[in-house]
């Protein structure tokens, strides 16, 4: 057989003082991103804030600074570009919502055929969202992951008891938080679709967490004379292997969806590849060590 | 070969062949298939979102607060009749969704009690003010967003899309969905356009209509109507044309004086055509009017020879002919320069009917064809690449036993196809690295089997007891590991929008196909593998 580690004796938990503080910070970084995007400070997409987004694919290359001087010059104010220089496409986003909608892209459009007359281009796509909309969406984003927290909250604390619930749905918000940090800190877009990727992740990161309670609760049931930690640590030992290869194919996957997947789902794979690598880690490095913090004397010991 | 074995592998292999039926007609290979087949076997297979097909989606908001102004203003034209026909003299007024009546008496309030039940008084003195009651305003919103709905339809049938999709949502919004339309602008111009049709005398008698300048510049509107309020008699109104100069293209806006109520509406029309003027080539709309519409067309010009008599369409005149003469048979023309396609929009929107309330437009996605096209390719691209990455990995970890689950993965593609054709779900974008996520969750449960089974091995098991426990072992946590995604995918299912929830479908399918590939699938296999040789090894 081919193994990944051989008979793994990592001191786990002994480790989780650095653990702790490095998931402090990784969650400081989230929490603090999410009051920014809640006061919408962050780089909201249009799907929160409302706007315009336009996406052009130009015959041929176009460059940024030229784009934005024109739009400038036509008198749009509060815009911002992306550029996929391979494909000759540009995204031009303008925030805040003009009551007709149709204006803006009607603008956006007429400006660039003056400026750039001998350069066709075709509308890949153009997005305008209103402020009722924009506020719709949002509201439903913030009720998806309030749903999820809870419906995950049930579902461990039925399998395990409610303190493990809590336990895991901590290790679970930590890896959307740190994921959430780590994407404002880049300055990426947050949109729904980053939400989508989120959530996902939080589900994906929670099968970890499961796989690695279900084993620790399995051997303190059989190994009733060895402390607490040591079983732990023996037990995510032993399903170290299979964390990292599962992590492995979901991680090949996301990358091949980041290099090839295209420029509409590119962050959305970066989101995922952040948040398995994370998910990893907290499995590891946070999930168990609440439960032995928590956990009393015999954890998961059903009363 | 157990039985139990025998019956999960022909479980396994009907599963398949219908997956490959319901998909079939995604596929190239459905043209050729002999014609009994396209008869019998479904041919409609995954439906391409938005996203990927191009297309318009719109969400408008139907402005319900007007249609209850417009009903008010037609309550106040009736009263006024009213009040003539009785001999009271009173003044009526609108002012948004109020009525003015000045001076009140006993019988005027009598006339609007027996005629309008649902006029509520606001209100005390020498004038009454009379508003629609709350009750009525809202059947009047609720009657508007329907009607809106309807006439959307009419719109939208006659300008011919394949598969649209028009829904109310909430209580006064409208979405639309047009996919594969190659015009987005001249879709939304058509759905959006309040069609409100009038015909209105010029009042070329009034000094004030000399006063008028014969042309202004675009945009100068307002000033023309600020300057002129006081001076033009109470019951008339300004509106104005569009002139564009054939040659220079310069447009310029004509003021007329006009009567403000109107002498005809458009929903005493009948029918409206398109036809070629062949002095000049070019398009005009034809109208005919209803039996009571030719009518009071009859009466109105039998009056008004040599007045003028304006078309006017959602307040801006198109054209204000000298009535030569009476004309019967109720048929009319509006000229205005139209291009073809012009002509065309406005006869459906004429035949649709007009729109009971103005819409506004809430959100507008439209989609380009070439990006679909681009993000159909660039999934195939990442799909491939990821499924064969993940295949040869399998198989260099896991040798024989990797194999084995690389056929169980192969098995779940397929069957997910066929599941999502079955349902003729729709894909999108999202969805699509849903599929690739799916691929990846996929190997997990195999894996977790394999890694137990290794466990069993390296205690010291045999072969055919390590793949027993090991799978038995490994179960409860495939479960779980896939409970927690699918409560994940409910939730975006719930909430999230088009694209989102197309992402959480195929989440969804995938991961519960996957619980059932990797736990009669894979399974199968071993179990073939263990009854017919003694195993002495696993390859795993």
Known sequence: MIELIKNPNINFLGRKNIAFIFSGILVAIGIFAMVQVATGRANLGIDFAGGTAIQFKFEKPVAMHAVRLALE????????????????????????????????????????SQAFPDNKYVIDSSTSIGPKVGGRLKADAAKAIAFAVVGIL????????????????IATFHDVLAVL?????????????????????????????????????????????????????????????????????????????????????????????????????????VASPIVLVWGGKRPFAKT | MKKKVLWKLILIGVTVVLAVIFFLPNTPAFKYMPDWWKKTMPDKGIVLGLDLQGGLHLVFEVEGDKAVEITAGRYAARLQDLFAKKKLTAEVNVNGPDITISPS????????????????????????????????????????ADQALETIRNRIDQFGVAEPTIVRQGENEIVVQLPGVKDPKRAIDLIGKTAQLEFKLVDDESKVAAELPQS????????????????????????????VNAETGAVRKVPFLLKKQASLTGDLLSDAKVNIDTRFSEPYVSLSFNEAGAKVFEEITAENVKKRLAIILDNTVYSAPVIQEKISGGNAQITGHFSMEEAKDLS?????????????????????????????????????????????????????????ADFALLLNIVLLLGAMASLNATLTLPGIAGIILAVGMAVDSNVLMFERMRDELRAGKTPRSAVDSGYDKAFW?????????????AVLFQFGTGPIKGFAVTLSLGVTINLFTALVGTKSVFDIINSKHDLKKLSI
């Open chain 2, 348 to 404: 459906i929107v004429l035949r649709a009917g007009a729109l009971p309330a103005p819409l506004k437009m809430l959100q507008n996605v439209t989609v380009g064809p070439s990006l679909g096209m681009d993000s159909i390719e660039a999934g195939k691209m990442a799909g491939l690449i990821g499924t064969i990455a993940v295949i040869i990995f399998m198989i260099f970890y896991y040798r024989l036993s990797g194999v084995i």
């Open chain 2, 216 to 243: 202004i510049a675009p945009g100068e509107e307002e000033d023309i109507l600020r300057k002129f309020a006081d001076k033009i008699p109470p019951d008339d109104e300004i509106l104005f044309e569009k002139r």
């Open chain 1, 73 to 112: 010059k036509g008198g749009l104010k509060d815009f911002d570009l992306q550029e996929f220089p391979a494909v000759n496409k540009m995204l031009i986003r303008v925030k805040n919502t003009e009551t007709d909608l149709g204006k803006v892209s009607d603008a956006v459009t007429n400006i660039l």
């Open chain 1, 154 to 169: 049930i579902y461990v604390a039925f399998r395990f008891q409610f303190k493990f619930g809590v336990g895991a749905t």
């Open chain 1, 181 to 285: 940090g780590l994407f404002y800190l880049m300055g990426k877009e947050i949109n729904l679709i980053l939400v989508t990727a989120l959530l996902t992740v939080a589900g994906y990161s929670l099968t970890d967490t499961v796989v690695v309670f279900d084993r620790i609760r399995e051997n303190l049931k059989i190994k009733q004379r060895e402390s607490v930690e040591a079983v732990m640590n023996s037990s995510i030992n032993e399903v170290l292997s299979r964390t990292i290869i599962t992590s492995a194919t979901v991680l090949i996957t996301s990358i091949a969806l980041f290099l090839f997947g295209g420029e509409v789902i590119h962050d959305f794979a970066l989101a995922m590849i952040l948040g398995v690598i994370v998910g990893t880690y907290s499995s590891i490095f």
């Open chain 2, 477 to 489: 946590t495939i479960f779980d590991s896939h409970v927690t995604t699918l409560i994940t995918a």
């Open chain 2, 105 to 144: 008496s006993a019988e005027i309030k009598q006339v609007v009690e027996d005629n309008y039940s649902t006029l509520m008084p606001v209100g005390t003195g020498n004038k009454i003010v009379y508003r629609i009651s709350d009750k009525e305003a809202r059947r009047i919103k609720d009657n508007a």
